[in-house]
């Protein structure tokens, strides 16, 4: 009988905390042993594979992640579904996916929504899952059901500044800051001023200007700046760890840096289309640029980039997720194209679906960069995720005996480059955004709980749908609220 399930051999291993040459050995899909090249010489397991001196990381945590959501405002409808979706994750090297269950303004329950979502999950995954809560009806029967999100395993949720469908006044965002710095909760900010983008949208309606690339316009920056600083200060004032999700102004980044200077426990996300995409990429011929439209748009170009880039590098922002949020493009009910008419012929901006799919491509696009230091990359794309949303060390790293054997092998000394197109992607998507990059490296194997699940040379796709596993999640393992007291009106 062979001694283990899995050996992943001649590697230059890459965890958030080290780099070395190291071989792995899984048992039970779980990391056994992590021992320095040629310790396990000799070792007999049911499978091995030779990485030949490529990298082999962490598979990656992607925390940010839309599928089968119902148009929640305006006529657009997720593309892909769980299965769908947790099949381009593992194609492009992500073997955790933390999705949405979307609670309704008219919806008093969180508890409802989680049942919902979990039925669409349900033995459709090929990658392990865990959900946020979505908060837009921040009422009495909400707040008191998050002690059983707790128990449920759900340590997070995420509230809007801005959407008439989803937005919560300041006073509301009070409320579920309060209730989740008693449960533990980490809360995930959509920092957009919201009445902000309704006064521009008017001044541009004013002046019939309709075009897809007026959506860059209708989200000025101050309308994220101002929306970023607000949160900061009524976290602050609750004392309680927040994500501001997707940031794409290196204006309301140093705002997020600024507070974490402080000590305050800030946290930021940002996403792939903040650092490859800009506002030229909305400004195309009739319609096009519509697949680019997302919230907060891309900026203006190189010195917005450069921005992004640094607070990765910095530590400003703790994550790098996608915000996969995929509508086809040439449907005409639910996806982008439903928003022309005879009316609008180029579209109206404010009603295209809002989103863009990169859940497959996340991974590939930063590390083709060669802008992160590994380590620093294996920590936003995977480490920093699964320790803010209680999943450390199970996920993100490599701990012999706690870590499940959740792995990405790529290439050695990289790939021969090449033009991503759409047609190479497994979601259930009709483009990309990022069509025409160049491509340096893909996963040659994705490995969830010691189960190759991917595999580029050897069919691609080789798991199983409904392999992947909910995951049940504690708190955050990062800094939490300053003082362990409880929050008491009258120190202010």
């Known amino acids: 009988m062979a001694e283990y399930d899995l050996l992943v051999l001649n590697g230059l291993v890459v965890t958030a905390d080290e780099t070395g040459q190291f071989d792995i050995a899984v048992k039970d899909g779980k990391i056994a042993k992590l021992v320095p090249r040629g310790s396990l010489d000799g070792i007999t397991a049911n499978k091995t594979i030779d990485a030949e ?29 769980y299965e769908t979706g947790s099949r381009s994750a593992i194609a492009g090297g992500t073997t955790t996916l933390i999705t949405f269950a979307p609670q309704r303004k008219t919806e008093p ?22 959900f946020h809560l979505i908060c837009s009806n921040a009422g009495p029967q909400a707040i008191s059901e998050f002690a059983a999100l707790r128990e449920a395993g759900i ?13 919560l006044k300041d006073s509301e965002i009070l409320d579920v800051l309060f209730e ?54 009524l976290s602050s004032f609750i004392d309680v760890p927040i994500l501001i999700v997707h940031v794409s102004s290196p204006s309301a980044a140093k705002h997020i840096s ?5 000590g305050l426990p800030i946290y930021a996300e940002t996403c792939p289309q903040y650092l490859f995409l800009t506002r030229k990429d909305l400004d195309k011929p009739g319609f096009e640029g519509a697949k680019c439209v997302c919230s907060p748009p891309p900026r203006e170009g190189e010195q917005d980039h450069e921005g992004i880039w640094q607070g990765l590098e910095n530590g400003t922002f703790t994550v790098l997720s996608s915000d996969h949020c995929p509508f086809l493009y040439e449907d005409t009910t639910v996806g982008k194209k439903s928003v022309i008419s005879a009316e609008y012929p180029n579209g109206h901006f404010k009603y295209i679906p809002n989103g863009c799919p990169g859940v497959e491509t996340r991974m590939s696009l930063a590390l083709s960069a060669n802008r992160l230091k590994l380590q620093k990359f294996v920590e936003v794309t995977s480490t920093n995720a699964a320790k803010l949303y209680g999943l450390y060390p ?38 990309t955004p990022y069509e025409g990059r160049t491509i340096k ?13 991917w595999a580029k040379d050897e069919g691609g796709l080789v798991g199983k749908k409904g392999y992947g596993q909910f995951l049940q999640r504690d708190m955050s393992s990062l800094a939490g609220s300053m003082s362990k007291e409880e929050w008491n009106v009258e120190n202010f």
């Not at 600024?258 to 402080?262: E, H």
Request: hydrophobic share 35%.
């Open 155 to 167: 340590s997070s949720l995420k509230i809007y500044m801005t959407y008439e469908a989803l937005q």
């Open 53 to 81: 001196g490529g990298m082999v990381m962490p598979g990656g945590v992607d925390a940010h992640v839309h599928l089968a959501e119902p148009a929640l405002f305006g006529k657009g409808k997720s593309a892909d579904d």
């Open 258 to 262: 600024d507070a974490q200077k402080r």
């Open 109 to 130: 329950s969180l508890l409802a929504a989680l049942a919902a979502t979990h039925e669409l999950a349900k033995d459709k995954c090929y990658s392990d899952y865990s």
């Open 180 to 233: 989740a710095r008693k449960q533990k909760i980490v809360t995930m900010i959509h920092a957009e001023n919201g009445a902000i983008i309704d006064w521009t949208i008017k001044k541009l309606e004013e002046k019939k200007l309709f075009d897809p690339k007026y959506h860059v316009t209708s989200h000025p920056p101050v309308a994220e700046i101002e929306a970023t600083y607000r949160a900061i200060s």
């Open 441 to 453: 490296q893909w996963p040659r194997y994705t490995i969830l709980r010691g189960e190759v699940v």
């Open 394 to 431: 199970r996920k993100g790293g490599l701990v012999p005996g706690e870590s499940d054997a959740d792995l990405t092998v790529w290439y050695p000394d990289g790939m021969k480059e090449y033009q991503l197109t759409n047609s190479m992607l497994h979601h259930n998507v009709d483009h």
